[in-house]
């Protein structure tokens, strides 16, 4: 060891041992030592750390073991020339020597200077950054206290923390400069250490940069010597714990430059260095042990040589220590964790480690608690033998239970996990796990609210999944009959949560006027017709064939857990809440809630269902008792009731009637119902009406645009100004349209200097009425083209446009004006005007189109392209049309994708004429959608698909889409969906099978993609099962688009489905045969629960009979075999959940057809269908218990399992009669096991205290401590007992285990120790520095 020590400080020269000794420099950074995690990116630094004796001491050290003989002139470092090479090839001149040790010795003292400049540097960094620390502290503690009192102070300290990130900033700037190594020209030596590394170099030095004269930015590093040195460094005897950690630094900070160079490691000589650091009485030192361990892991093979180390001992020991040594417990966790990061790598994970963890994760005031509680679930997930054999499922439970844990959402989404599987739903207990979370709401005398709030999530995300669905409805859905009849507990807190949980759970959004409603606002006032625009949100979706509808995964599934809160008892309490609360608003969220539920009952619930949930019996019942008092307020809740249930029909376009869905035509006539004009019954008011709203308006009476009348204002122009007679009037006999339009020029500004809010946004709605109400009459049209407005809107365009010649120091139509004003609604009323032919002539004739033509060719106003782009109406053929071409094929990615998506309303958008006929005049839209399939870019090509796609709904579309005859194989996977939908049709059935795609799509799919096409489902069944994200009906923004967000929650397209529109491919599918290969496959591996690969299979043939079946020419073939019995077996006795929920969305699929109704109704299966009988595909079982029949099972108990000795530290398992030779050494363990009883636990911890006090020689015997080890990891003990029992031993005992070395007395313990290296004992003991430092000063003389 000190050999090779010697050999490195003779032949490196002060560069190498200032480079293999320098820290770096956010090692030294004080914030790096004040955060409490040990793996921030200035790696581990000990409190206190001063480097200045150390970096001298190390330096003194290395120079001073020269041996004897050694040359004096060094070797140079790689990439430099050395001033040896002529002397190898002529003879050398007299005095060279000398000359050469004069040049080092010069450098040497460079080199010093530059040394002692960078540690004043980091002096005066430290100070600054600890007077930086002192201001932010001080700022947070005057942030606390009242804003008057420290106003000055607070001054005066902001100014300090002002003027010290200054100085810090010059500091860190001088010090980056004078670490800068200096340039100088050299050439490659050998790599020295070699035996440290394999011979394989990975980043050998290159010789090609030793050009003479070069200079090279920055300096030549060698991976493999620049980890030699640190390797090096750490064998220096006898420094102080800055100096370990420091090099222990370089080396993870080397690991995270260059990750190959883990397999370069030579264990056998790297693991004994680290076991010496792990040994450290240092708690930095050990925690920087385990920081280089785990970044040294790379796989299985490196994880088994570093537990040959007897690293289980060593974390054990480490994470029962104290809350002092919280360094060095985090680092030891973090190296425990680093194991799972590695495929099979808890395979490896002891299971005493695990119930030291465990430990660590009961005490809940432990700062370690939540990690622990993570990698606890997280050995759940991988290997649950392990975590249960371990006695880790404990805390995870207590921590569901009590509500300690702040995301019990993540484990519980664990425990679903492993309920999916018989194979592990073993290892947890039936109606136990999962049914914890519902104490918070069922214990009346400890609920806390902030538990309630973490648990309602937990319970959420359980019942959105099957496996949760599943246990949770066992015992006769006791669970969830617990969580409903917690509503008749007097909590008004508790009661508003489970409200609101069962708001979440049935996906019930809450109408627009509910707000206004539970503040206590009267019905009558919002549920009047007029509202249904704003509670309605259509996104104008084209018109749908009915057997073309996607599948509603997601109300399928809110029809069955309605079902399952009617059958737990929902309406009956709700209506007890409604009638028992005194809480006027809980009073009115409960009955919004039951006339909500009403209303979903009769849309998606069969109608065995729905009607007896009407009739309400229990609150007939108490309002027919006319003696009791009770009755007055069972009326009112009828009354109220009946009300709520009023205008929610009225309100809601989908609830024309119970079960019905409305028509194509009604639904398109409902998403344009603001495209035709309202009839407004003041158009042909009368003089003296027209006059008085004129002066209501306030227009002609106040100057200023504030005190005007914006109401009356706007039904002035939806009215009597589309008369051309009342529009000359506004203009010639009064100032109402002078002053109006010019309240909206830019130059007045007034208009364009308001600020943009929700509130303001009425200026620009009105301003778009007004341009459109004067292009109706020709007067309007006259006096729109005189006005000066369009002239100052061109003007102010003009400035943005770079060929103009126009510019302003502050243009009209700058990024922040746009933002922050309304300039941004000038855009609107330009697309006001392209929505007209006269006012395209306007716009031609002040040339804004040729402006933006220019705007749009220099793309140097992105924002303002989108907004043009976004506002103009191209439902007329002209420039707009033009523009947004231009944009599509020549304008930058985002443009084209932003101009692709403007599409999607074009694309799918169809009118109503007056005869009742509906036009699509969308081809424009589809030939410029088909032209960007050939973008370059695929996210623009991938808009295009999907907005094709939803334009495929429209039987004429689809017909012209393959008219265009898209070429889509450039797209691949891309392009798949959208040939996909032109199967629907005969057209374009025999279009693709000219292109040979069918055969070759049918073959891919029957082998491969029906098994892939599972993962997609079940991902996009995933996504839409998740909780949406709050919805901003009113959020402002000037873009259209960003309103309509697009989200990608559909059902992805199924190959059968597609092909079983048509005759010819349903002749298709049976002459292939596939139809049967899949009922034979269901009927043979259906009820298979082993093999993963099969359920797999067996669910890709379920949803490729359930979309054939969902179609009327595929259903024939359901009855042609018997799959639908099969199907229904497996989704009421399957042992596996997942695909139990599979099969029955499956079945919903097959309920939509006339035939596979039928087949079910005969099974005992209900759906849901329209007055005609139209089926909507949402099918539940007449018997729920049939289908939630789920048995308990018999779970593995810990004594059961047997677990692989690689997940042992200890393999002899403790015998239960404990028989030692030593009475002491007996007696000590029967105090362990005394312990464990809580009437003994005192006695037996004062005993042990009095053996240790005597000097038991027991706790000096690695043997003893083998055993008591094996206790520890066999059996439960708490975390103090445990820091308790190895605190008795000897420090050095564990040292011997480690290292293997066992002895049985104090002698041999002590002849151990002198055995061990020199330093060995000098990192593990630092008072032998002195005694170390004076024999190597001897072995220099």
Not at 296 to 311: E, V
Request: with cysteine; aromatic share 8%; proline share 5%.
């Amino acid at each position: 060891m000190v050999g090779s020590s010697t050999m490195l400080s003779s032949s490196a020269t002060p560069t190498q041992k200032s480079l293999a000794s320098q820290p770096t420099q956010a090692t030294n950074s004080p914030i790096a030592a004040s955060r409490p995690s040990l793996d921030r990116d200035g790696g581990l630094q000990p409190p206190g750390a001063a480097t200045n004796g150390a970096r001298s001491l190390a330096a003194s050290a290395a120079s001073s073991y020269a041996p004897r003989g050694s040359s004096l002139n060094p070797s140079q470092p790689p990439g430099s020339f050395s001033s040896d090479l002529r002397s190898q090839n002529i003879q050398s001149r007299a005095g060279s020597r000398a000359d050469t040790y004069v040049r080092d010795k010069l450098d040497e003292d460079d080199e010093s200077m530059t040394e002692n400049t960078i540690n004043a540097l980091k002096d005066s960094l430290s100070r600054e950054m600890k007077i930086k620390e002192g201001s932010e502290n001080m700022l947070e503690a005057l942030n606390a206290k009242k804003a008057k009192q420290t106003k000055e102070q607070r001054q005066r300290v902001e100014a300090e923390l002002t003027a010290s990130n200054t100085r810090i900033k010059e500091l860190r700037q001088r010090l980056a400069d004078t670490q800068r190594p200096k340039v100088v020209p050299s050439t490659p030596t050998r790599i020295r250490n070699e035996g440290l590394l394999n011979n394989t170099v990975r980043s050998p030095p290159s010789a090609s940069r030793s050009g003479a004269g070069s200079e090279i930015e920055e300096p030549t590093e060698s991976p493999t010597f620049a980890l030699a040195e640190v390797l090096q460094a750490l064998e220096v005897e006898g420094m102080t714990a800055e100096y370990y950690v420091e090099r222990a630094n370089n080396f993870v900070d080397l690991f995270k430059r260059y990750p190959t160079l883990k397999y370069d490691l030579v264990w056998s000589v790297f693991g004994d260095r680290m076991q010496v650091m792990l040994l450290s009485n240092s708690r930095e030192v050990v925690a920087a042990g385990y920081r280089m361990l785990r970044y040294s892991i790379s796989d299985m093979a490196s994880i088994k040589k570093i537990r040959g180390l007897n690293t289980d001992f060593m974390v054990v020991v480490s994470l029962a220590k104290d809350r002092k040594a919280d360094v060095e417990r985090e680092q030891a966790l973090k190296f425990v964790r680093a194991f799972l990061d590695v495929k099979d790598g808890v395979r490896e994970v002891s299971r005493a480690v695990v119930r030291t963890i465990a430990a660590v994760a009961e005490q809940v005031e432990d700062r370690l608690r939540p990690i622990c509680i993570e990698t606890l679930a997280e050995i759940l997930l991988r290997d649950p033998a392990l975590l249960v054999a371990s006695g880790g499922l404990v805390p995870l439970s207590e921590s569901l239970a009590e509500g300690t844990y702040k995301s019990p959402e993540s484990l519980s989404s664990v425990f679903l996990y492993l309920m999916d599987s018989p194979h592990t739903r073993k290892y947890l207990r039936a109606g136990y796990e999962l049914e914890v979370l519902f104490t918070a709401f069922t214990d009346a005398l400890f609920t806390y609210e902030g538990v309630v709030k973490q648990n309602s999530k937990a319970i959420s995300s359980a019942l959105k999944s099957w496996p949760g669905l599943m246990t949770l409805s066992m015992y006769n859905f006791r669970a969830i009959g617990s969580l409903i009849s917690s509503l008749m507990l007097p909590n008004p807190t508790l009661r508003d949560l489970i409200i609101e949980l069962l708001y979440s759970l049935l996906r019930i959004k809450p109408p627009a006027w509910a707000t206004s409603y539970l503040a206590g606002r009267r019905l009558t006032t919002y549920g009047r017709v007029t509202t249904l625009k704003s509670s309605t949100s259509h996104k104008e979706e084209a018109v749908y064939e009915d057997d073309g509808t996607d599948q509603n995964f997601v109300e399928h599934y809110t029809a069955l857990l309605l079902a399952i809160f009617i059958k737990a008892g929902m309406m009956p309490n709700l209506l007890l809440v409604a009638q028992d609360t005194d809480d006027p608003t809980l009073k009115r969220k409960t009955t919004l809630l039951i006339g909500e539920t009403l209303k979903l009952a009769s849309r998606i619930l069969p109608a065995s269902w729905s009607s007896e949930l009407q009739l309400l019996p229990e609150l007939f019942a108490a309002a027919s008792q006319f003696q009791n008092e009770a009755h007055f307020t069972a009326t009112g809740i009828v009354y109220q009731i009946s009300s709520v249930s009023r205008t929610l029909y009225r309100s809601s376009p989908s609830s024309y009637h119970a079960g019905y869905l409305p028509s194509s035509s009604m639904l398109e006539n409902m998403s344009h119902v603001e495209e035709t004009p309202k009839p407004n019954l003041v158009v042909n008011a009368d003089d003296a009406t027209f006059r008085q709203l004129l002066i209501d308006s306030g227009v002609l009476g106040h100057s200023n645009p504030s005190k005007w009348n914006w109401d009356v204002i706007q039904r002035i122009i939806e009215g009597p100004l589309l008369n051309g007679k009342r529009v000359e009037e506004a203009i010639k006999a009064s100032k109402f349209a002078k002053r109006l339009v010019g309240f909206y020029r830019p130059f007045k500004f007034k208009f364009s200097e308001i600020k943009s809010t929700r509130n303001t946004q009425k200026y620009v709605r009105v301003g778009c009425a007004l341009i459109q109400t004067l292009l109706q009459t020709a007067e309007g049209t006259k006096y729109l083209s005189d006005n000066k407005l369009l002239r100052q809107i061109a003007e102010c365009l003009a400035q943005c446009d770079p060929t103009s010649g126009l510019t302003a120091q502050y243009p009209m139509f700058s990024r922040d004006r746009l933002t922050d004003t309304l300039c941004g609604g000038y855009f609107p009323i330009i697309g006001a005007l392209s929505s007209d032919h006269r006012g395209l002539q306007m716009l031609e004739r002040w040339r804004i189109f040729n402006m933006m033509y220019h705007i749009v060719d220099f793309k140097q106003r992105p924002d303002l392209i989108k907004l043009l782009l976004a506002t103009l109406d191209y439902s007329l053929q002209g420039h707009p049309r033009v523009l947004l071409s231009k944009a599509l094929t020549a304008g930058t990615k985002d443009m084209r994708i932003h101009a692709t998506t403007i599409l999607r309303k074009y694309a799918t958008r169809q009118r109503v004429t007056p005869t009742g006929q509906i036009v699509s005049d969308s081809k424009w839209a589809i030939q410029l959608l088909v032209t960007q399939l050939y973008d370059p870019d695929v996210e623009v090509c991938a808009t295009s698909v999907k907005i094709l796609e939803k334009a495929c709904n429209n039987k004429a579309l689809l017909e012209y889409i393959v008219e265009c005859r898209p070429a889509l194989d450039h797209l691949g996977e891309i392009g798949a969906p959208l040939l996909l939908r032109f199967l629907s049709t005969s057209i374009g059935y025999h279009y693709l099978d000219g292109l040979d795609y069918i055969s070759n799509e049918m073959d891919d799919w029957f082998l491969g993609r029906n098994d892939t096409y599972v993962g997609l489902i079940e991902a996009s069944l995933a996504r839409s099962f998740t909780d949406p994200q709050e919805d901003q009906p009113h959020r402002l923004s000037i873009y259209e688009d960003d309103l309509d967000t697009d989200q990608d929650n559909h059902v992805p397209p199924h190959f059968y489905r597609e092909l079983s529109r048509t005759k010819e491919g349903c002749k298709l599918l049976e002459d292939k045969g596939h139809f049967e290969e899949f009922a034979m496959t269901i009927r043979e591996y259906g009820m298979q629960s082993e093999d993963p690969e099969l359920i797999t299979k067996v669910k890709g043939c379920l949803w490729a009979v359930g979309n054939v079946g969902s179609m009327e020419l595929g259903a024939p073939f359901l009855e042609s075999t018997d799959v639908v019995e099969h199907i229904i077996k497996i989704a009421e006795s399957h042992d596996v959940f997942s695909l139990r929920g599979t099969a029955f969305f499956v079945l919903g699929l097959i309920s939509r057809s006339t035939h596979g109704l039928e087949i079910l109704s005969e099974h005992g299966w209900e759906s849901c269908t329209t007055p005609l009988g139209i089926s909507l595909g949402l099918c539940v079982p007449s018997n729920l218990s049939k289908l939630f029949s789920c048995k308990p099972w018999k779970h593995e108990i810990p004594a059961t399992i047997k677990l692989p000795d690689t997940q042992k530290t200890i393999l002899e398992f403790p015998p239960v009669e404990i028989k030692e030779e030593d009475e002491t050494n007996q007696r000590i363990l029967e105090l362990m096991t005394e312990l464990g009883n809580m009437v003994l636990y005192r006695k037996a911890k004062a005993e042990l205290f009095q053996l240790r006090h005597k000097k038991a020689p027991g706790f000096r015997q690695p043997a003893l401590f083998r055993k008591v080890m094996a206790m520890m990891e066999c059996h439960h003990f708490r975390l103090p007992d445990r820091h308790l029992v190895i605190e008795l031993f000897d420090k050095s005992v564990l040292r011997h285990v480690v290292f293997g070395e066992d002895s049985s007395d104090e002698s041999a313990s002590s002849s151990g120790d002198e055995q061990r290296t020199e330093r060995q004992r000098s990192i593990s003991d630092p008072a032998e520095l002195e005694k170390i430092t004076a024999k190597a000063y001897m072995a220099s003389l």
